[in-house]
């Protein structure tokens, strides 16, 4: 192509002799039917007639032009390729990584990292040859005559995103745009969401999966034996402090459930029996009877009018189903004598509102034999204001109940534990089987200690045939229970006094507010965990569990990233076959033939003496210009 100044307009043609040359256009010119383009002087040698389009060029003249379009794109075949690549080891790198563990991880650059440098490979390969198309598609779109700013706009859209917009804006609407061109400009917008989609692609979730090198094991006993080292006496026998500890702490309600043990801190465990200790109580009020009679006492009504004087007056006595008997006389005293009291002075208003509980060697609750602990609970709770008129009115029923400990199986359901939540520490009990002592103890090696088995030929609940219990601990249980239970003794302080022959600590208090069925149960569990801690249990296995983070693709985000490199891949065929049968030179990017070009506009809308952009650009979208050749020089011709 010879070196030509940048001419802008007719003037600049005649100026330096273009008259001529832009009058024989004018005249000898015409548009051929077949390719739409401007046809040249018929003057014009054969081979500017093959480069403009206008006759089928021969073998030689192909060889003559050197379109050589192959060559000239293999930097963008080349970036192509590179996204492909970057594609498939993305793929890889994707399989290689799903579903495997995050902390089997061991290199210094985090999974995302990895996948963000290869999808920024990818995006920015698959960019040079949608930017290449654009820039060859601006040249070819000018064999045609069609607007100057067409020009500007796909240039601009070559260069980034906003540009690609403007060209959709402009190119949708009317359809003023081929297709690749129009396709070219959305992958460019397209590729803006590649990142955003790309960080969606891995996910991390976290599984439970079961730790097979963890600890897992809930306790069970079949046997409870107390090694005394301080108090090695048959005679007097001692209660081991860890069960007496576990008494008390079950009586405040304070106890600890026996934690298993599970190195993961998430473990599950079956189904399992152990020997324990149950409890249970029973309102039996319907079953006490009741027999009250009339006594003489003196009553003072409190009336300064009226003498002291004598009244009648009611004791009532009341005798449960075991043979136990308790009498209550009007000044609300209750004691378990066969005879009524008789008082020297009583207050005018009496409140019959007393509280006992009565240890006793047995009990009235059915299917329960030989308990290790019975006593019961007498409540006067109700209220009597003695007037003249009601000094005759029996004082109601108190409430009785039996409440009971004894040995028994106690077997708990599958429990899952968590070592953060307190509500899974606690074990469920789902069924009991009280278990009986033998008639006679039996020596067990060194140990003394006391054969425990189901009632009546019943199989136990965990398949063991007998359960076993030391002496001291069996004969020490009742002894220490009937100090704490046996409220009707002593001075009703927290402490009696030593010289009534003390009997321990009075939890007449505590006893009285409580839930009696709910404090037992406290105090059976708290010590069922001690003799499930004992040296001789047994340890259930379960199932240890441990949260893993895993790393998880979704592969319906990489859908953006396929598209966008085989969009990439179709676009760079199909503009290098267009241009290829067009026989386009391959000028793309380049600037240079722009600068030696000359652009042939109408007098009216000339732009060489606009300055202001914003003109410039209008009358470029006026203009409709055909690229054409004038003696070897490019000329961008407006139609007439």
Same mark, same amino acid.
């Given at each position: ?22 009058? +024989? ?49 293999? %930097? ?10 970057? #594609? ?19 290199? !210094? ?5 990895? #996948? ?35 020009? @500007? ?21 009317? =359809?003023? /745009?081929?297709?690749? !061109?129009?396709?070219?400009?959305? /992958? ?8 955003? *989609?790309? +960080? ?48 008390? &702490? ?21 189904? *399992? ?11 039996? !009020? ?22 002291? @004087? ?13 043979? =136990? ?13 066969? &005879? ?19 240890? +006793?060697?047995?009990?009235? /609750? ?13 409540? @006067? ?11 005759? #009115? ?126 037992? +149960? ?34 319906? %985000? ?35 033939? #722009? ?40 000329? *961008?011709?407006?139609?007439?």
């Amino acid at each position: 192509m010879p070196e030509v100044g940048f001419m802008w307009g007719r003037r600049h043609a005649r100026a330096k002799g273009g008259s001529a040359i832009s009058q +024989q256009i004018e005249t000898q010119t015409s548009t051929d039917p077949h390719t739409g383009n401007m046809a040249p002087p018929s003057s014009e040698p054969a081979s500017d007639k093959v480069q403009r389009g206008l006759t089928k060029p021969t073998k030689a003249e192909k060889g003559k032009m050197g379109h050589g379009w192959k060559e000239s794109w293999k %930097w963008e075949a080349a970036a192509a390729t590179l996204s492909v690549i970057g #594609l498939g080891l993305l793929i890889g790198f994707l399989f290689r990584i799903n579903g495997t563990l995050y902390a089997d991880w061991q290199h !210094t650059a985090s999974p995302n990292t990895v #996948l963000s440098i290869i999808v920024t490979i990818s995006k920015a390969a698959l960019l040079v040859p949608v930017s290449g198309c654009l820039s060859q598609l601006k040249w070819n779109r000018y064999r045609n005559s069609v607007p100057l700013y067409d020009m @500007q706009a796909i240039d601009q859209a070559s260069r980034g995103p906003w540009g690609a917009l403007e060209l959709l804006w402009i190119g949708l609407p009317q =359809l003023r /745009m081929d297709a690749l !061109t129009l396709a070219a400009a959305f /992958m460019t917008v397209l590729a803006v969401a590649i990142d955003p *989609f790309a +960080q969606q692609i891995l996910a991390f979730p976290s599984h439970t999966v079961q730790g097979f090198n963890e600890t897992a094991s809930i306790q069970a006993a079949h046997k409870y034996v107390y090694q005394q080292k301080l108090y090695n006496n048959e005679v007097s026998g001692s209660l081991a402090p860890s069960m007496l500890s576990s008494i008390l &702490s079950g009586l405040a309600q304070t106890n600890s459930p026996l934690a298993p043990q599970c190195s993961s801190g998430n473990c599950r465990f079956p189904r *399992f029996t152990t020997l324990g200790i149950c409890s249970h109580c029973e309102d039996i !009020t319907s079953k006490v009877n009741q027999t009250c009679h009339k006594s003489e006492f003196i009553q003072s009504l409190g009336e300064p009018t009226i003498q002291p @004087q004598e009244g009648p007056h009611t004791s009532c006595r009341y005798k449960l189903s075991n043979g =136990l008997e308790i009498s209550t006389d009007a000044s609300g005293s209750e004691n378990n004598k066969t &005879s009524t009291q008789t008082l020297d002075q009583v207050p005018n208003l009496v409140t019959l509102n007393q509280w006992g509980t009565y240890p +006793q060697n047995s009990t009235s /609750m059915t299917g329960i034999e030989k308990p290790i602990f019975s006593f019961v609970a007498v409540n @006067q709770s109700i209220q009597i204001w003695y007037m003249p008129e009601n000094i005759t #009115l029996s004082p109601p029923k108190p409430s009785f109940t039996d409440c009971v400990f004894y040995y028994c199986e106690r077997e708990y359901s599958p429990t899952h534990y968590l070592a953060n939540d307190r509500a899974s520490h606690s074990v469920d009990v789902s069924d009991t089987q009280p278990l009986l002592p033998s008639d006679d103890s039996t020596l067990d090696g060194s140990d003394y200690v006391y054969i425990l088995q189901p009632p009546n030929g019943k199989a136990a609940l965990s398949g063991a045939s007998t359960y076993k219990v030391d002496a001291y601990t069996f004969l020490s249980i009742p002894n220490v229970m009937t100090k704490l239970f046996n409220t009707t003794t002593g001075s009703g302080a927290y402490w009696d006094d030593f010289e009534n022959e003390s009997t321990g600590l009075n939890l007449g208090p505590i006893l009285r507010e409580a839930d009696l069925s709910q404090l037992l +149960q406290s105090v059976s569990a708290s010590m069922t965990d001690t003799m499930r801690a004992n040296p001789e249990t047994i340890n259930v296995p379960g199932q240890a569990f441990r949260v893993e983070t895993f790393i998880h693709v979704r592969w319906p %985000w990489i859908i953006l990233l396929v598209c966008a490199v085989l969009g990439s891949l179709a676009l760079l065929l199909g503009t290098a076959t267009v241009s290829k049968r067009q026989h386009a030179k391959l000028w793309k990017a380049s600037i240079i033939p #722009l600068m030696t070009s000359r652009l042939d506009l109408l007098h009216e809308n000339e732009i060489a003496g606009l300055d202001n952009m914003e003109d410039i650009h209008r009358m470029s979208k006026k203009a409709n210009v055909r690229m054409d050749r004038d003696g070897g020089q490019l000329v *961008f011709t407006e139609k007439q």
